[in-house]
């Protein structure tokens, strides 16, 4: 046996050790009342810390220190690294969250992703495609579809329109949007930092705001529609194009 054989077989069977190892964690949680949909197809590469009546799917990695609250459900293919997940949440399949604090029956995803600094208070809604990074959202906001909410702080009962971005950096450094309770932003918003925008603040869909807006003012940022009569196409050229 050459040497590289060598290595290959001993690779091989670290692996089915560490596997083996792997197998009898998972199974030994599903003693003590954890939900494992498949022992098998699993990972845990840390410290694991779970409530009653914890449910994890097929295909989830935890890594580093994880807790998970009572009544928590983990979908399939999540990764979870170094956070903590309240009471009632659900982490919804093909999510990541990493570095962060969930609150109690709040909801991240399908395909949604927390990044490290972030805070999520009870009852949240993190949409599908959803990023959140370095952000304090509380209690009953809604960022639900296509958006990026970066360095910002939503204040309670905040609702997020689909795809709205948090234009947090200038090129030179990170920049912070704080919006007050019971906002409205429409969709395809972008809200160019640092800006503030006070309690019950309507932001119209498809604006561009990059000054302050204070309480109760509904604000709308839009270059003007022009319709052009009796608009003639271009014929194709002979190419197709």
Same mark, same amino acid.
């Given at each position: 046996?050459?040497?590289?054989?060598?290595y290959?077989?001993?690779s091989?069977?670290?692996?089915?050790?560490?596997?083996n190892?792997?197998?009898?964690?998972?199974q030994?949680l599903?003693q003590?009342?954890?939900?494992?949909?498949?022992?098998?197809?699993i990972?845990?590469?840390?410290?694991f810390?779970?409530?009653?009546?914890?449910?994890?799917d097929?295909?989830?990695i935890?890594?580093g220190?994880?807790?998970?609250?009572?009544?928590?459900?983990?979908?399939?293919?999540c990764i979870?690294v170094?956070?903590k997940?309240g009471?009632?949440?659900?982490?919804k399949p093909?999510?990541?969250?990493?570095g962060?604090l969930?609150?109690?029956?709040?909801?991240?995803?399908?395909?949604?992703?927390i990044?490290?600094?972030?805070t999520?208070?009870?009852s949240?809604?993190?949409?599908?495609?959803?990023?959140?990074?370095?952000s304090t959202?509380?209690?009953?906001?809604?960022?639900?579809?296509?958006?990026? !909410?970066?360095?910002? +702080? #939503?204040?309670? $009962? =905040? /609702?997020? *329109? &689909? @795809?709205?971005?948090?234009?947090?950096?200038?090129?030179?450094?990170?920049?912070r949007?704080?919006?007050?309770?019971?906002?409205?932003?429409?969709?395809?918003?972008?809200? !160019?930092?640092?800006? +503030? #925008?006070?309690? $019950? =603040? /309507?932001? *119209? &869909? @498809?604006?561009?705001i990059?000054?302050?807006v204070?309480?109760?003012?509904?604000v709308?940022?839009?270059s003007?529609?022009i319709?052009?009569?009796n608009?003639?196409?271009l014929?194709?050229?002979?190419d197709?194009?």
């Amino acid at each position: 046996m050459n040497k590289n054989q060598h290595y290959k077989n001993n690779s091989v069977e670290i692996m089915k050790v560490r596997k083996n190892e792997m197998r009898k964690y998972a199974q030994q949680l599903i003693q003590e009342g954890v939900n494992i949909a498949d022992p098998e197809r699993i990972d845990f590469r840390g410290e694991f810390v779970f409530g009653e009546n914890v449910s994890i799917d097929i295909n989830v990695i935890f890594e580093g220190k994880v807790e998970l609250g009572d009544n928590v459900s983990v979908g399939a293919n999540c990764i979870i690294v170094d956070s903590k997940v309240g009471a009632g949440s659900s982490i919804k399949p093909f999510s990541l969250v990493e570095g962060a604090l969930v609150g109690a029956k709040s909801s991240i995803g399908p395909y949604g992703r927390i990044r490290p600094g972030t805070t999520l208070m009870d009852s949240v809604q993190i949409g599908n495609f959803v990023e959140v990074k370095s952000s304090t959202i509380k209690t009953g906001s809604r960022i639900n579809h296509l958006s990026f !909410i970066g360095d910002a +702080n #939503l204040e309670e $009962n =905040v /609702t997020i *329109g &689909a @795809g709205t971005i948090t234009c947090n950096h200038d090129g030179d450094k990170t920049n912070r949007t704080f919006i007050g309770r019971n906002s409205f932003v429409g969709s395809g918003s972008n809200l !160019i930092a640092p800006i +503030n #925008l006070g309690a $019950n =603040v /309507t932001v *119209g &869909a @498809g604006s561009t705001i990059n000054k302050d807006v204070t309480k109760g003012k509904l604000v709308i940022a839009r270059s003007k529609q022009i319709i052009i009569e009796n608009w003639k196409n271009l014929k194709k050229r002979k190419d197709g194009y």
